[in-house]
T-cell receptor, first 114, second 113 residues
Framework: AQSVAQPEDQVNVAEGNPLTVKCTYSVSGNPYLFWYVQYPNRGLQFLLKYITGDNLVKGSYGFEAEFNKSQTSFHLKKPSALVSDSALYFCAVRDGGSNYQLIWGAGTKLIIKP | DVKVTQSSRYLVKRTGEKVFLECVQDMDHENMFWYRQDPGLGLRLIYFSYDVKMKEKGDIPEGYSVSREKKERFSLILESASTNQTSMYLC????????????FGPGTRLTVL
C-alpha cells in the first residue's frame, strides 16, 4: 500500500541549532515528494518539492530536503532554526496510481525554543 | 502570486443544517481540491475537480457533495451537517500538471453543534 510516514508527532529544537523533520514513503513508480508548512490558523504553504534531478532540494525560508532512494526518505532540514520556524510540517507524495492525488503524512509539530 | 480564498474563516452550524463552503482561485487553475484536516490524521481528500463540471470522489466523500460551475469556484456542500463533520476544511488549486504545487486557501474551521 502507498503511504507516507512522519514518525515524530513533535520535534523540539533550540534556536540556532540544526533541525530535521523526518519523512519516509512507500509508493509505486518514481516518487514525487513535497513539503508544506502550516502556521497557526493558516492554510498550508509550499516549501519545496522533489521531482527529479539533484537529491538535495532547496526551498523557501532556508529549508532544504534530501531525497534518499535507498532509504525511501525525504527528510526536511535547516542548518540553524529560528523561533519563527515553529509550525506544523507536512510531507506528501504523489500517488503513483493517480495523476492528481497526493498522499499526506500526519504532520509533525516543530517547536523552536529561544 | 496565486490567491485562493475561502468564504469563511470560522463557521458555526447546527446539526441537520445544509452548509455551503465556497472556494475561489484567481490563477485559472484546472484542478481544485477539498480536504479536511483533523489532528493526527493529516489531510484527507474529500473531493477533487479536474475541470468545470467534473468531479471525482476522494478518500472520504460520504456526507459531502461538490459543485464546480465555473473554473475559478469550487463549492463544498454538507447536505445535513453532523457533529462528526466538525473540522478544518482546506481548499486548494493546481494547474493540470500533477507535478505542480497545490496552493491552499486559509481554511474554514467548521463547528457543528
Amino acid at each position: 500500500a502507498q503511504s507516507v510516514a512522519q514518525p515524530e508527532d513533535q520535534v523540539n529544537v533550540a534556536e540556532g541549532n540544526p533541525l530535521t523533520v523526518k519523512c519516509t514513503y512507500s509508493v509505486s513508480g518514481n516518487p514525487y515528494l513535497f513539503w508544506y508548512v502550516q502556521y497557526p490558523n493558516r492554510g498550508l504553504q509550499f516549501l519545496l518539492k522533489y521531482i527529479t534531478g539533484d537529491n538535495l532540494v532547496k526551498g523557501s525560508y532556508g529549508f532544504e530536503a534530501e531525497f534518499n532512494k535507498s532509504q525511501t526518505s525525504f527528510h526536511l532540514k535547516k542548518p540553524s532554526a529560528l523561533v519563527s520556524d515553529s509550525a506544523l510540517y507536512f510531507c506528501a507524495v504523489r500517488d503513483g496510481g493517480s495523476n492528481y492525488q497526493l498522499i499526506w503524512g500526519a504532520g509533525t509539530k516543530l517547536i523552536i525554543k529561544p | 502570486d496565486v490567491k485562493v480564498t475561502q468564504s469563511s474563516r470560522y463557521l458555526v452550524k447546527r446539526t441537520g443544517e445544509k452548509v455551503f463552503l465556497e472556494c475561489v482561485q484567481d490563477m485559472d487553475h484546472e484542478n481544485m481540491f477539498w480536504y479536511r484536516q483533523d489532528p493526527g490524521l493529516g489531510l484527507r481528500l474529500i473531493y477533487f475537480s479536474y475541470d468545470v463540471k467534473m468531479k471525482e470522489k476522494g478518500d472520504i466523500p460520504e456526507g459531502y457533495s461538490v459543485s464546480r460551475e465555473k473554473k475559478e469556484r469550487f463549492s463544498l456542500i454538507l447536505e445535513s451537517a453532523s457533529t462528526n463533520q466538525t473540522s478544518m476544511y482546506l481548499c486548494a488549486s493546481r494547474t493540470g500538471d500533477w507535478g505542480d504545487t497545490q496552493y491552499f486557501g486559509p481554511g474554514t474551521r467548521l463547528t457543528v453543534l
